[in-house]
């Protein structure tokens, strides 16, 4: 077993890039507690690593003892029968479960590999690893081509589809889009955006209502920052409210941030509204076209 949960035997699925990410951010986590500053940069680890390299290493024997239900499988149906799907789902499933999201990502890649040779490349079944695998990488605030490439490909996958299903095709596309504002693309964001709203708009018949749905409001998207809807950004604030009202601009980012309503005192107020401004949100579209829009927002913390 090595280090990052995989026998070494099995090693091979993990591409060395992965494990010198991973060795990267453990290594950063330990000089950072040596030198006294992890607190100042916790941001810096990522989120799919619980606790860091001591929170994974706690979870290595259960690792070990889901990764073995998989080479028993592997010695059953042979390492790339279709039949190998539900134990790879099953060991996926444990490391998103447990936020290990890169350690599930050359599983994800053997998934797509396996149905790839069994139903084809245009197969609609490959949508769930991709989508998986590029969540791998959101999760991490991780924006490395693999991921775009995943969302893109589900979306040529829909284009191919028969029969056609609208609503996922816009789905994936607004997944495209959301990466794109979130790794700093948001003119092609926009773009991305307005082709999901006209696949609603122009389907037979028009689904203009779920264009509203899915579009006609802003959405809190995972920033590649520190996420203002995170309680543990901002312990101090434990059993507040606070209600605060902002424009959602075209790339993304809050302006005119005002707190109009809240039971913290004002230190409180001006860290989270400085939260606030390091979110990023989904702009709103009307009739096709996005539009800045006024949001009014009320956070909780028990």
């Known amino acids: 077993m090595n280090n990052a949960g995989v026998p070494a035997a099995r090693s091979t699925l ?18 950072l507690l040596v030198s006294g500053c992890a607190a100042a940069q916790v941001q810096d680890v990522p989120t799919c ?10 979870l290595l024997p259960d690792n070990r003892a889901h990764i073995l239900e998989l080479e028993a499988a592997e010695e ?4 790339d029968s279709v039949e190998m799907l539900p134990a790879m789902s099953d060991l996926i499933q444990w490391y998103t479960e447990t936020e290990q999201c890169a350690f599930a990502r050359p599983y994800y890649r053997h998934m ?6 069994s139903y084809g490349k245009n197969d609609l079944r490959l949508v769930q690893p991709l989508t ?6 959101v999760s991490e605030r991780n924006f490395r081509p693999e991921g775009r490439q995943a969302l893109e490909r589900i979306v040529r996958l829909y284009d191919t589809g028969n029969p056609q299903d609208e609503s996922a095709q816009a789905d994936a596309l607004i997944a495209v889009g959301d990466w794109q504002l979130l790794s700093g693309d948001p003119d092609d964001a926009l773009d991305t955006y307005s082709q999901a709203w006209r ?18 409001s802003p959405r809190t998207l995972p920033s590649i920052r520190n996420d203002p809807l995170a309680p543990e950004a901002i312990p101090a604030l434990g059993g507040y409210y606070i209600k605060v009202e902002f424009d959602a601009t075209l790339d993304g980012t809050p302006k005119d941030i005002r707190i109009v309503e809240s039971n913290a005192d004002a230190m409180e107020q001006r860290e989270f509204r400085r939260i606030v401004s390091q979110g990023y949100y989904r702009p709103a579209l009307e009739d096709g076209e996005p539009v800045e829009t006024h949001v009014e927002m009320r956070y909780v913390w028990q």
Do not use: Q
């Open 14 to 31: 993990i591409r060395r890039a992965d494990i010198a990410m991973i060795a990267s951010r453990w290594l950063g986590i330990v000089t």
């Open 49 to 58: 690593f619980p606790g860091g390299w001591p929170g994974v290493r706690s």
């Open 76 to 79: 059953r149906f042979g390492t």
């Open 112 to 117: 797509i590999s396996i149905m790839e040779k």
């Open 132 to 137: 998986g695998l590029a969540t791998t990488y």
């Open 199 to 216: 696949v609603l708009a122009e389907a037979a018949p028009p689904l203009l209502a779920l264009a509203r749905t899915k579009l006609g």
